[in-house]
């Protein structure tokens, strides 16, 4: 079992909002979010809690507060269909945790 | 334009040593501040770090299979090689190579995956 905890799965419609929660049994350190399509390669998201890369839209916005990291995404689209996981580079320092993943689904 | 493929055998058999190339280009491991890292996806499954290996050749691994893994560079030919000793069939899995920004963290850079299975 992950040291992430990650609920299995998420929905909504069309634009609104969904929140997807990732939580740890120590605290988190460096998040990143990433989206995986069906057959796909992980796509970097969110790092550092709340960063967005360039060329990520700006519907997806991170948080975080104690062991809790959070992924909302905003204007829900049917592009926004995917998996999603939260990684944290462990308090160790010596090695990074993967969530168990989350499957959006827009209904 | 950072790009990352990984190569290596498809089909191995239980106890046999799996050995995967990550062959990569847009950026050198000579370079302060990157690394390379391996990520597992076992079928239906989530993500499982691995490994990974820093531009000073340092050097991470996961706790609970540390024994069996191997990362090493030849950063002469952009290349980073994982090794994996005593495969099991529950090692089953597509497995990926990403580049490591050091600064916070993060993966930003991924290859598409080799699927490897292991059988007898």
């Known amino acids: 079992q992950s040291a992430l905890t990650q609920p299995a799965s998420v929905s909504g419609s069309p634009g609104q909002s969904v929140t997807i929660s990732c939580t740890g049994t120590?605290?988190?350190?460096?998040v990143s979010w990433y989206q995986q399509h069906p057959g796909k390669a992980p796509k970097l998201m969110i790092y550092?809690?709340?960063k967005r890369p360039s060329g990520v839209s700006n519907r997806f916005s991170g948080f975080q507060s104690g062991h809790t990291a959070s992924l909302t995404i905003s204007g829900l689209q049917a592009e926004d269909e995917a998996d999603y996981y939260c990684c944290s580079f462990a308090p160790t320092g010596t090695s990074w945790l993967f969530g168990g993943g989350t499957k959006v689904t827009v209904l | 334009q950072i790009t990352l493929k990984e190569s290596g055998p498809t089909l191995v058999k239980p106890t046999q040593t799996l050995t995967l190339t990550c062959t990569f280009s847009g950026f050198s491991l000579s370079t302060s501040g990157v690394g390379v890292g391996w990520i597992r996806q076992a079928p239906g499954k989530a993500l499982e770090w691995l490994a990974l290996i820093y531009w000073d050749d340092d050097k991470r691994y996961t706790p609970s299979l540390q024994s069996r893994l191997t990362i090493t560079m030849d950063t002469s030919k952009n290349q980073v090689v994982l090794a994996m000793t005593n495969m099991d069939p529950v090692d089953t899995a597509t497995y990926f190579c990403?580049?490591?920004?050091?600064?916070?963290?993060?993966?930003?850079?991924w290859g598409q995956g080799i699927r490897v299975t292991v059988s007898s």
């Open positions: 990403a580049h490591l920004t050091f600064a916070y963290r993060y993966y930003d850079f």
């Open positions: 550092d809690v709340t």
């Open positions: 120590r605290s988190l350190n460096l």
